[in-house]
């Protein structure tokens, strides 16, 4: 999990009880899975016996990170940021214990010191430390030199900077964590500390996860995979962990999960001996599931999978509330019909091609049915099936089975 760390921080850890801190830009009303890895460092940190500090960035939210980004960032105003800032808080308390007296976790936002400093007195108690000369040599000013950056964001790494400072004499807190993008604005810190204080302190960065294709982790062909089941819903959420490639899960295993080396190294024996039961795979979703949507949620996301591909019955599909029908079958081709077309039966063969236009002609539909190859709601059916209204699920869908793994649904509307 360490891609970078300064000199003399594993003498610095086992001196005693340590604070170290990451910081979350609220700028956006949920974090992704791909900004969990400095979280799960974190989390390590404090299992530990480490004090975790958790930085909201209330007011570096305002002006935008220029990190790993080839263009200005659009502006947010107030309200979207603190609504922001407090659904980003929500979901970390999630990842780390808040009630120890010991080594409790603890939130802190930086406008609570941004807010109150004046310009300048930023300037002549921050800026003159810092050279411009350091500030162009770092990787996420250098690589905008071409398309350009303006002083809001060039001035952010100073910012980050002050934030390292201020916690470092106010919350004891002598090391930062980050991704390894954020390297050069933590360095920073450290390079503040060091002249305005002349003290030491530490930085530790996690690589930015890559699946073994190349890909970045955590995106898929729509997008990122939220912790915000309104962005990413559960049953998603609870997929993509079952369906990573077995060399990304052994990494997975290694970043997401709180286990000890002996129990990883137990599973992947396990893994390797039987791979068709995805034993690592299912560790982690479970695992995450639980962590991020809690055991409800991961008990119905595993009734999910039974239902789309394993052998249930229309009587566990009737079980099945609405909301929960959808979000299994989230993506599949919905197809909508008037309930006046169920008035009266109607054949399959009618339903599924004039009506619908599910299937290309009759002439394949006729051929799947004929071979066993269809199912409505979960059991199979022959050419000769007619469809009425007692037929629907939840009182308005129709779920059609195309082989193994391709659905259709029916929407009825009255």
């Avoid at 409790?104 to 930086?110: D, P, R, S, Y």
């Avoid at 639980?290 to 599909?317: M, P, Q």
């Avoid at 000769?384 to 779920?399: A, F, G, P, W």
Wanted: glycine share 6%; hydrophobic share 35%.
């Amino acid at each position: 999990m360490i891609n970078d760390l300064t000199p003399g921080l594993d003498k610095k850890l086992s001196s005693g009880i340590n604070s170290a801190y990451v910081g979350f830009d609220p700028t956006a009303s949920s974090l992704h899975i791909g900004n969990l890895a400095p979280v799960m460092l974190l989390t390590h940190f404090q299992n530990c016996g480490h004090k975790p500090i958790l930085l909201l960035g209330g007011a570096t939210a305002m002006i935008g990170d220029p990190s790993g980004k080839s263009s200005e960032r659009k502006l947010l105003d107030v309200e979207e940021i603190n609504a922001n800032l407090l659904s980003i808080k929500k979901q970390l308390q999630m990842f780390l214990d808040f009630k120890s007296k010991n080594n409790g976790a603890e939130f802190v936002n930086n406008l609570d010191w941004m807010n109150s400093m004046k310009f300048n007195t930023f300037l002549r108690e921050i800026g003159k430390y810092i050279t411009v000369n350091y500030m162009l040599s770092k990787d996420s000013v250098k690589n905008r030199m071409e398309t350009g950056i303006s002083f809001t964001e060039f001035s952010y790494q100073l910012i980050q900077a002050y934030d390292f400072l201020h916690l470092y004499k106010n919350n004891n807190c002598s090391i930062q964590i980050g991704g390894s993008d954020q390297w050069g604005n933590i360095t920073s810190g450290i390079e503040l500390i060091r002249k305005k204080e002349n003290k030491e302190s530490f930085a530790l960065t996690c690589p930015l996860l890559t699946k073994s294709d190349g890909t970045k982790f955590g995106k898929t062909e729509d997008g990122n995979i939220w912790l915000d089941p309104q962005k990413t819903s559960t049953y998603k959420f609870f997929q993509y962990w079952l369906n990573v490639s077995d060399e990304d899960a052994k990494k997975c295993i290694r970043f997401f999960s709180v286990l000890n080396k002996n129990e990883i190294l137990n599973l992947e024996s396990n893994h390797e001996q039987t791979p068709h039961l995805r034993i690592l795979q299912n560790e982690l979703a479970k695992e995450m599931t639980c962590r991020v949507h809690g055991h409800d949620a991961y008990v119905k996301a595993v009734e999910g999978s039974k239902i789309l591909f394993g052998k249930n019955t229309r009587e566990s599909l009737e079980k099945v509330s609405e909301k929960d029908f959808l979000m299994f079958f989230e993506g599949v081709p919905t197809y909508t019909i008037s309930i006046n077309e169920l008035d009266k039966k109607i054949d399959i063969l009618t339903l599924l091609t004039d009506k619908t236009n599910a299937f290309k002609s009759k002439g394949e539909l006729r051929r799947m049915l004929q071979s066993n190859a269809v199912s409505l709601n979960k059991e199979k059916v022959t050419i000769e099936k007619q469809i009425s209204i007692n037929d629907l699920i939840n009182s308005r869908y129709l779920l059609i089975q195309k082989g193994k793994k391709n659905y259709i649904i029916i929407k009825v509307e009255k």
